[in-house]
């Protein structure tokens, strides 16, 4: 016999793709929960079908009322309530953290079951570095805000984690390409039937994907910036000999370092050795 969930609120990840990916916690979780809280009931409940689950379901997202919100909370201090996305991680990308936030700030209990990111999934299929990254959802529909976005970001030196949808897939792909040349990775339908990930710079990818809008689920992983060329001792002294016949030192050194990339200090300590000669 199953020991019964205790109350609070339990986050459960869903398969993006395969229903074999269903942890047997989240599947046990499910079946034992109080109510399910999803964003669209007819996806989640082809899910519970398949695992034999009868719990009831409530629609939550983003436009669910802050009064359902406290309601929920309500309930958590006595009922073991889940909350599921139609596929994935609760949370990425989707509605959910506010109930997360209230529950926390009311005393309830919460637990993650971990499982399936499509995020996360995309990145180990990338062969990009993964050591840092930054997940960025989707960018925004209009074409000055996405570029906005882009432009916001395009210096951090991490891996870029994006979603976007077929339609979109050719324009976001030739906005990102003004990163530069800089690899990238569309991975689709990832644990599914038509899986697969294509790779190559974000020009390359561009056109590829410029002519015919592909199906499916998408994730795009752009790679980080190329390494800069360390500049040498001879162009920094020369730079800096130019920027001191009007600047200080410190200025001088401010300005040529932002212009190469280099560490402030080093241009600060050759700044100071050639205005002292």
């Known amino acids: 016999m199953e020991t019964p969930l205790p109350p609070g609120l339990y986050i459960v990840a869903t398969p993006i793709g395969n229903l074999g990916d269903l942890s047997p916690r989240a599947a046990e979780t499910l079946r034992q929960?109080?109510?399910?809280?999803?964003?669209?009931?007819?996806?989640?409940?082809?899910?519970?079908?398949?695992?034999?689950?009868?719990?009831?379901?409530?629609?939550?997202?983003?436009?669910?009322?802050?009064?359902?919100?406290?309601?929920?909370?309500?309930?958590l201090a006595s009922e073991a309530i889940a909350i599921v996305s139609d596929a994935g991680t609760p949370l990425i990308s989707d509605p959910g953290y506010k109930l997360v936030r209230?529950?926390?700030?009311?005393g309830r209990d919460i637990w993650t079951i971990p499982g399936p990111c499509a995020a996360i999934a995309a990145l180990t299929l990338?062969?990009?570095?993964?050591?840092?990254?930054?997940?960025?959802?989707?960018?925004?529909?209009?074409a000055k805000a996405r570029t906005d976005a882009i432009r916001e970001v395009a210096e951090i030196r991490a891996s870029l984690i994006l979603y976007e949808s077929g339609p979109r897939l050719g324009?976001?792909?030739?906005?990102?390409?003004?990163?530069?040349?800089?690899?990238?990775?569309?991975?689709?339908?990832i644990t599914k039937l038509h899986e697969e990930c294509v790779t190559g710079t974000l020009a390359e990818l561009a056109e590829r994907y410029s002519k015919q809008a592909p199906k499916g689920e998408i994730v795009?992983?752009?790679?980080?910036?190329?390494?800069?060329?360390?500049?040498?001792?001879?162009?920094?002294?020369?730079?800096?000999?130019?920027a001191l016949e009007r600047l200080s030192p410190s200025r001088a050194a401010a300005e040529v370092a932002e212009r190469?990339?280099?560490?402030?200090?080093?241009?600060?300590?050759?700044?100071?050795?050639i205005s002292g000669r």
Request: no cysteine.
């Open 33 to 75: 929960a109080s109510l399910i809280l999803a964003e669209d009931t007819r996806v989640t409940g082809k899910l519970l079908k398949h695992i034999g689950a009868k719990s009831p379901m409530r629609r939550y997202d983003d436009h669910s009322r802050d009064s359902d919100r406290d309601r929920i909370v309500d309930r």
């Open 220 to 242: 795009i992983v752009v790679g980080p910036p190329l390494e800069v060329e360390t500049a040498s001792d001879a162009t920094v002294d020369r730079l800096l000999e130019q």
């Open 102 to 106: 209230a529950a926390r700030q009311a």
């Open 171 to 189: 324009e976001t792909l030739l906005a990102l390409s003004e990163l530069g040349s800089r690899e990238g990775a569309v991975a689709r339908e």
């Open 126 to 142: 990338a062969g990009l570095p993964t050591d840092r990254f930054l997940f960025l959802g989707f960018l925004p529909a209009k």
């Open 260 to 273: 190469l990339g280099i560490p402030r200090k080093r241009a600060y300590e050759r700044a100071l050795d």
